[in-house]
């Protein structure tokens, strides 16, 4: 394509025709890729052709505006290309503008970063359009902060949206700030809000990422917002969103120099002339010692084989560490410590004299507050709950599920509560020398102290397997058993831990409301109902547990936070996992049609990816089960 | 075959609270009896008779707070002492008499136990931790005079002062101060001026207690972990790690040189007081009596060497003494 540069009444619309129609009929990489970089060198540094070209995309229909102008978003090398070759086309042209502005920004949410970066840009490179900056600015915090855009749109639309401000935050000048100060405040305050109330961590730490970001840009004297979080490629990715590169003749990569955001670090002193500072670096001194040598001999040493390491001990009885952890004696520390450490072997070893004492030691332990420091605290009382828990399991089963419900217990207890129930029925459900190694794989849902998406992708992959083993059940009658069968302990059990958790999630006491603020606590219970029905398989109340288990999933079916969602979806996996499929086509056959409905409109229009996948697999567990009825009867 | 290590001379009972600071005062001649001070956690200073193994008198002048140290100054008729209610008193105790002549508001809210040298005839200069942080103020005494402040520069991070011992090389040079951190370091201070000479970092938790031996420029420090570490000052003024010693067991409260320079006693958390030899820390002795932690050791500061003690203040209430290594 070769223009002539000919007289000064050229028209050009007639190209501009054929580009817009190009474009719209979606052949932009084809004539863009040529066009592109052509008009990039002829543009440099010839202002003719800097009009010619802007004559030549103001000329596009209003139809074919918006192809056009993505291609041409979307293509350019750098932003100040970009301006170059569109020129003040937002502000002139309505439907640019919208395209620009709104559309790109507000609506999609699959442009890379690089885009971004280029769109944003070239707002900022000229004063006509920097007021759009602001204005675009503005609107996408008002989308960061509304906490039901939060909760009904996906995640990555969440990280294009704080991407966005981020590079906005970038190019920013200070005057500029200072005159929306007040507003960057308050939308920095609703959005961290909204977003620490999320169940999911990664929105948690975009909202905190975010927030820290503005609060730097707003406060550059004084102190700044802080956020304690594990810094990850995304968040660090975010982070260098913020410094801009000077040389604008590249595409600008993310420049991964974070250092200058530090603005209150501590400077290395430089040490004076007179002061040295050493580490420790032993010197060895010459011979000259060796010969005062004599003296010393007169000094006869005693006799120190006593001389040993200190070690506490732990008490041997049950009763005594009863004792020890309730004592009021807050001298003996050390004994309190040994006890905490020995607490969890004393009670899988002595599990007659466990018994007795059960639920005394249940109640002890679920409000044992750390008093020194000691390393896995949190471990350490866990796996004595788990292991007092497997000793007794009927009452303090019944007292842990009691206390559940209770007035008066914050949330981290009533989570533990929900870890060590899921704990111990693992434990019982398991043959016992199979237990290290099939722990580790949903360990994951015991030492996660928040809920994360983790803990249902940990068992996940063990339902997986399930799956998988289960359709293949025809050749495995093997000659040697390599594991001797062993009682389901868990049969005899499994309703004392399920039942009491299912009773009474609706009805809210005056510290704990399920239904309501309380969700995250609601997201972990229902997860641990569909471990503890996953668990039951084989179990004579499975059948129950299922009928139950279904009543409450389409009670709440509609639930708005993500993650309990998730946990109803694993609930009737679990379910369709272990009941036995007689059971589930005598007794429930009209809740699982329903079921199939409502799972097929989650696959459809749930915002969370993580939901249509699960729903996607329940709706396959219930082609197979109709696929062996089918089987059967034939 | 070595001997079994010895048991106490003696033993003194009666303070009822855990004891944290020991101070001997035996030098004096004939008629003199021989005393020792010790202060505990219930805020008193009692004064034990030597020769009787009682207690003489007990002060009581730091409103119940507990007493983290006495020294003399200078004879058994003047004493002072330092507790949590954040004040050094200075006591006349000469002729039965038992009253706060003097104090000093410190304001210092930590367990750093002052310093006191003796510049001339009636002139001491002490060191204590400050109101601030960081800081060791040097003052006069009697006169109360602030000599000057020791503050470290910005940014060093070092952390409170545990433990402060000021000392001149003789009679009438410069003092110098060896204070042990929060953060591990031993820093060398020049008083007069004010400024850093040298600075060691010898341990990764606090430096817990510290002694100097001026003549052979050699010190030791004990921190809150199992090594001692053994350092000395080179002729230009600079600190260098000499050695480290390895302990059984963590933790040390006091560490303390004899006068003579021949041996040293450590107070371990480990309720044991160990004794080594000064020139090579060769380990001599582990004295094991106490049931409660070790919170601090003395030595005597007897005319007649074959009279010398060691004593040992600890967290179960008792004071052991200890004549041990008398005879070298």
Known sequence: ??????????????????????????????????????????????????????????????????????????????????????????????????????????????????????????????????????????????????????????????????????????????????????????????????????SLPKLRHLGMVVAESISLKINTEGPVLKFEYEEDNETRELKSLLVQTPSFYFVPSLPDDDRSEKAGAALPLVPDGNEKSHTAAPVILDEESDAELDSDDDLIPYDMSQDKELKIKAPVYIRDCIEVLTGSRSEDLDKW????????????????????????????????????????????????????????????????????????????QRMDILDVLVL???????????????????????????????????????????????????????????????????????????????????????????????????????????????????????????????????????????????????????????????????????????TQSWLGDVMEKDPDEDCRRLALQNLLLMENLKKKLEAVSS | MAPPPPDPQFVLRGTSAAVHTLHFSCGGPEPDIPLLFSGSENGLVHVWNLKTHRVDTALDGHGRKSVYCVETMGGKDRLLSQGRDQRICLWDLAEGRTSVTDSVFTEHVGFCRCSLLKVAQGRWLMAMAARSLEEVQILELPSKMSVCTLKPEMGAKLGMPMCLKLWQLSCGSQPVLLAGYEDGSVVLWNVSMGKVL??????????????????????????????????????????????????????????????????????????????????????????????????????SDHSTPQERLLAAGSKDQRISVWSIYAHT
Request: positive net charge; glycine residues 6%.
């Open chain 1, 337 to 412: 410590e040994a006890t905490v450490r020995a607490l969890e072997s004393l009670v899988r070893k002595n599990p007659a004299a466990t018994r007795e004492v059960s639920v005394e030691l249940a109640k002890i332990l679920l409000h044992l507050e750390e008093k020194t420091c000691i390393e896995g605290f949190v471990e350490l009382r866990q796996r004595a709950q788990v292991a007092v828990l497997t000793t007794d399991p009927i009452p303090v089963a019944k007292y842990l599920t009691s206390q559940f419900y209770s007035l008066n217990y914050s949330l981290r």
């Open chain 2, 198 to 299: 040298s600075k060691l970092v010898c341990h990764q938790e606090p430096v817990m207690s510290l002694d100097f031996d001026s003549e052979k420029a050699k010190g030791i420090s004990g921190s809150s972990e199992k090594v001692l570490s053994i350092w000395s000052l080179n002729e230009q003024q600079n600190l260098q790690v000499y050695k480290t010693h390895e302990l059984v067991n963590a933790g040390i409260s006091d560490i303390t040189i004899r006068p003579d320079k021949k041996i040293l006693a450590t107070a371990g958390w480990d309720h044991r007081i160990r004794i080594f030899g000064w020139k090579k820390l060769k380990p001599l002795a582990v004295l094991d009596y106490h049931t409660g932690t070790a919170h601090c050791v003395s030595f």
């Open chain 1, 424 to 594: 111990a029925a693992q434990e019982l459900s398991c043959p016992k020398f199979l237990g290290k190694t099939k722990h580790s794989g949903a360990q994951k849902p015991c030492i996660q102290l928040l809920p994360g998406s983790d803990s249902s992708k940990g068992w996940r992959k063990i339902v997986d397997e399930r799956i998988k083993s289960k359709t293949r059940r025809f050749g495995v009658i093997q000659s040697h058993v390599e594991l001797a069968s062993h009682p389901n302990e868990f049969n005899s059990v499994a309703g004392y831990f399920f039942f009491p958790l299912i009773q009474h999630f609706d009805r809210p006491l005056t510290t704990f409301d399920l239904l309501g603020e309380d969700h995250l606590v609601l997201g972990k219970l229902v997860h641990t109902l569909a471990i503890l029905m996953y668990l039951a398989v084989n179990t004579v109340a499975v059948t129950a547990m299922g009928k139950a288990l279904l009543e409450f999933v389409w009670a709440l079916r509609f639930h708005t936070d993500s993650y309990v969602r998730q946990g109803l979806l694993s609930c009737i996996s679990s379910l369709l996992l272990s009941v036995p499929t007689e059971q589930i086509l005598a007794d429930m056959t009209e809740e699982l049609l329903e």
């Open chain 1, 1 to 198: 394509v070769c223009f002539v540069p000919g007289g000064l009444d050229c028209s050009i619309s007639f190209v501009s025709h054929v580009l817009g129609k190009v474009c719209v009929h979606g052949r932009q990489k084809e004539i863009l890729g040529v066009l592109v970089p052509r008009l990039t060198d002829l543009t440099k540094s010839d202002c003719i052709w800097q009009r010619i070209c802007w004559r030549l995309v103001e000329c596009v229909p209003d139809r074919w505006m918006e192809a056009v102008v993505l291609g041409f978003v979307q293509r350019a090398p750098g932003a100040d290309v970009l301006s170059r070759l569109l020129g003040n086309l937002v502000v002139k042209n309505k439907k640019a503008q919208f395209v620009v502005t709104q559309k790109m920004l507000l609506l999609q949410y699959g442009h890379t970063t690089a885009v971004l970066q280029n769109l944003l840009g070239y707002l900022s490179l000229d004063s006509l359009r920097r007021t759009l900056l602001l204005r675009v600015l503005q609107e996408l915090l008002e989308t960061w902060s509304s906490s039901s855009a939060l909760k009904h749109s996906p995640a990555e639309q969440q990280l294009y949206i704080s991407k966005a401000i981020l590079i906005c935050l970038s190019h920013l000048k200070e005057p500029e700030i200072e005159s929306c100060r007040q507003e960057l405040l308050t939308s920095m305050m609703e959005g961290v809000k909204c977003h620490l109330d999320s």
